[in-house]
């Protein structure tokens, strides 16, 4: 029998202090070489280990092998220069320093198939690959060469569904585009935005899903949040249009977050990630906060539908805090199960 209310987390988890500078992002790697190559394959299988023995049901690698969501996968790719930098605003919201696109973008190899080969041998129970979605990666960039943002985006779904076929055939069962750039760019998103993303999965046979957030809990996400009032109505702009998607599965923020409830009615028969896993502070919630969140969502997605998880990654998070934090998640999803099966 299918478990119901599987849980599972958005993504990254924190990093061991000897792979890599703890609560960073971009954080630059501790080892070299061969070293690097069994110091990430080791924080994988810690990373794994931890989610099993916290009860988590659809379980990643924790992003242990990457440096950032989107730039670790943008470096392997030809047509991006990383020494010409430029600075951009991204998401409309902070400058960084990003590299240019100089040429026509292509991706030689395969990027983390190595790694999901590696994450699929150490367990049976089903796993979760996330992937940079294509409105993400062209707002992570500087265009100096299509001077397209939708051009762009093409290429780069092109690229991403090469990635995804091999990834559904190292065994993944569930390819996660993280698209937080959705929540910013509404006209794009229902323009072009969901068509690249529906190119990025076609012909796919495994499971698909789409992340789309307020941000990790860093100081430029939180102060975005305190300008967008009392209702946070950003979905409301996008979940019509990717109900209507092929996507089967929307990630989404909802705990201690004001995005009101009655959107994810907007959703209606998709499958929903129910972010109950607020990444923005320390503070671990307790299991009856989690199962509160839970049974709202319920309200507006069936159960069969409804997926535990976390409201964005986790990685600038100390460790001890994500760890207790999984196992709230878990101890309070069983406590719905408990009132679902009643
Ligand atoms: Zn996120």
């Known amino acids: 029998m299918k478990k119901l209310l599987p849980t599972s987390t958005a993504g990254s988890l924190p990093k061991p202090s000897w792979l ?33 023995l916290a009860g988590i049901d659809i379980v990643s690698d924790g992003e242990q092998t990457r440096q950032h969501f989107v730039t670790t996968f943008i470096e392997h790719l030809n047509g991006v220069d990383f020494e010409n930098r430029k600075t951009v605003r991204i998401r409309n919201r902070y400058d960084a320093n990003v590299p240019t696109v100089t040429g026509d973008v292509s991706r030689q190899n395969s990027v983390f198939v190595e790694d999901a080969k590696f994450l699929r041998q150490q367990t049976k129970q089903p796993i979760k690959w996330a992937l940079p979605g294509p409105m993400t990666m062209i707002d992570t960039l500087y265009d100096d060469h299509y001077r397209s943002r939708e051009k762009l985006a093409w290429e780069f779904a092109k690229i991403l569904n090469q990635e995804a076929k091999e990834l559904e055939a190292a065994g993944v069962d569930i390819i996660q585009f993280d698209e937080p750039a959705f929540n910013v760019f509404f006209d794009e998103v229902n323009d072009w935005g969901i068509a690249t993303l529906e190119r990025a999965i076609e012909g796919l046979k495994c499971e698909t899903a789409v992340h789309i957030c307020y941000g ?5 996400n939180t102060d975005w949040k305190k300008t967008l009032g009392t209702e946070w109505r950003q979905y409301e702009e996008i979940f019509p249009k990717l109900q209507k998607s092929n996507i089967d599965i929307i990630s989404l923020e909802c705990h201690n977050s004001r995005v009101p409830i009655e959107l994810l009615g907007l959703l209606r028969g998709k499958k929903v990630m129910v972010g109950a896993i607020d990444v923005a502070t320390n503070t671990i919630e307790t299991p009856e906060e989690v199962a509160d969140t839970l049974r709202k969502a319920l309200q507006f997605v069936d159960a069969d539908k409804l997926y535990p998880c976390t409201n964005c990654g986790m990685t600038p998070l100390p460790r001890a805090v994500a760890r207790a934090k999984l196992h709230a998640l878990s101890a309070g999803t069983d406590i719905v199960r408990k009132e679902l099966s009643v």
């Open 20 to 52: 890599a500078e703890p609560e960073t992002l971009w954080s630059p790697w501790k080892l070299q070489d061969e070293a690097l190559i069994e110091g990430k394959q080791d924080a994988l299988r810690v990373s794994l280990q931890e989610q099993q």
């Open 216 to 220: 990790y809990g860093i100081k430029a």
